[in-house]
């Protein structure tokens, strides 16, 4: 019930005190605000100047490393330096590796030309102990000091003849220190400039090659007391078998001693520049002469220079190595004699290019006046570009701060004098724009001050008007709450009703899918029960063949055995005949020429026998592995086949159960349809009833609401006043700290 509001008496209640002070409160402020208001507006109220934090001086070179300045003076000092080096090391490179090329081409030159005149020293000694060998005199006495037949003194005589004729070949040739006939059968005894123990000399490495030589001479290494043990100065040899002219027979082996002095003047004049050197080494890239080295310390030790012994470099060429010590040399080398003897000519890098050195120097220097010239291009730069930012910066600082009176002046036609022009309109243009708000915010004081008062006079009045509406609406708010309650539990059960019909369709659809999936589950196992018995069968026809293999590579061994014994037999029938081809002398070179190509043709057979014996073996190995996995593998298979029929049995079971969970699931859904419709009829009563009760809450409350809203409109009015007034004192702080009036830069 609706109850009816009185009038309020003439007494006054602790509210209208309340409502009383508060107005005069505000009627107080609002005088001193008029007050404010009118001094302001007739300039009674001056602009406090604005306190800047330090001098441009202050800021001047705050962060230098950022500046426009320090990133012009690193440019240009950079690029200068960088192009300038960059021509230099380039100009330096490019110098040295045209000395370095031209120094290799004259050192091979000079090596070739050094190689021929040496091999053409090396072929003279060749041929000299080839003229020994064909001396037709010195053939004829062999021949006597062999023959058993003759007197004692007979062959002393021819011994003595032989020994004048060697010295006469050695004493015609300065550059050999000694020769020597050392006898090939035991008994004998050497011939020449010393005697010589022959036991000691069949030990050493040149004698063993100068015997496997056959008549072929054989260059020795040198050393300080020579092939023979008994030279007092460094030597290097030259070796070859002596055979009889008439009957091929080897008799003696030639030894000549060849002085290494001789030879070290010959290539002492070549020069390849300072600190160069040449050597001679042999065909291990041991030294033979190293005229470098002091009291020959190194001969026959290896060069200090690994020379390439394979390749198309082997036999000569020019080549930039690392010494034994690590340094760079330019190594010429050329081989001159049969031997595969090289001349090495060595000349260190660092010599060649130590000319090349002045440009590098000349570089150094250019870069440290480009250095200099920069620094001189970068301070015209700075002063002409970077000193006005800066003091454009100072001057922005200062606006920053509140100072609107700054201005710059520079006698300038280009960009920055621009810059400078612009900033003055700038700062012009900003301080009209803060003397017109400040005229603008004393009209919103004054403004704010009459909105304030009439919005406290509206407040009260809707404050009162409020408070009867609410009496009002309370009685038809309490029956529209009971009715809305009603009509909410019908609804909540109502759908829950519908979620549980849903959720049963739901189950239903699902139950069915389970079905069909478990019934195509079962297909697939009898399909798979299928297949597993065919892989089961073809692994045992798999085993049975495997087994078959097995017994066919065993009768391969056997007959690889009869023909390893075939071959065996030829090898014996091909010695046979070349024994009877040997008997026959020389009316059997053909048969015997046939005997060894059998021979050939049977250690062929036997080779490639072994070979498939050998393949055979990892047949058969592999083909025991390949059993035995499948044996392993068989009874798997069978439990596969086991596993698999266990799993068919039980989708069967499974599509039995849910066959009957269907039947269930659809008796269920009968009897909530039942109940949904039984449902649909309460709802429909409990509506009705919330309708009616609504419609009456709603025309009580519409009425309050409008009175607690012109309520609640007084009210922000009230708010919105006070805070434009707020707004507009400190919009007045807020421009007082900003001045017209200061210094200008003009510099």
Known sequence: MLKKVKKPKAGKSEGQQQESLQTQQMQETQQAQEKKASKFAKGKVSIPKPKLNGSWKEAKWANPQRSVGAKLFLFILTSILACVLVVGILAYNTSKGIIRNNAMDSNFQTIEQAAGKLNLMFDNFDAQTLQVMVDGDIQEELSKLRDAQ??????????????????????????????????????????????????????????????????QSIWIQSSVKGPSGKSNEPVLGIARVLKNNTTSEPMFVLLFEIKLSVIEKTIGDISLGDGSSVSLVDAENRYVLNPSAADNATLGKPSDVEIPTEGDMAEKGSLELDDSEGNSVLAAYSTFNNAGWKIVGKTPVEQLVKDAQQIYVLTLIVTIIAALVAVAISYVLIRTFAHPLVKLRNLMNEGERGNLSVRLYLNRKDEIGQLTDSFNRMMAEITSLVEKTNLSANDVLATASELTEASRKTAVSAKEIAVATEEIAGGATSLAMEAERGSDLTGTINEQMKSVLSSNHSMEQSAAAVEQASEQGSNYMNVLIEKTGVTEEMTRNMVSKVDKLKDSTSSIRKILDVLNNLTKQTNILSLNATIEAARAGAAGKGFMVVADEIRKLADQSRHSIDIVGQITETIQREIDETVQVLSEAYPIFQEQVSSVKESNQIFLAVQGHMNRFGESLTSVTAAIGKLDESQAVLSDAMSSVSAVAQQSSATSEEVASLSNEQLSISESLVKLSGKLEDVSNKLQDSLSRFTTTGSNDNK
Do not use: C, H
């Open 150 to 215: 003759l007197e004692q003194f007979e062959r002393f005589e021819a011994s003595t003849r032989i020994q004048k004729m060697l010295e006469e070949y050695v004493l015609s040739n300065s550059s050999l220190k000694g020769g020597y006939l050392i006898p090939l059968e035991d008994g004998g005894f050497s011939l020449g400039s010393s005697t010589l123990d022959r036991k000691e000399l069949e030990a050493t490495e040149w004698y063993k090659r100068a015997v496997e030589a056959n008549g």
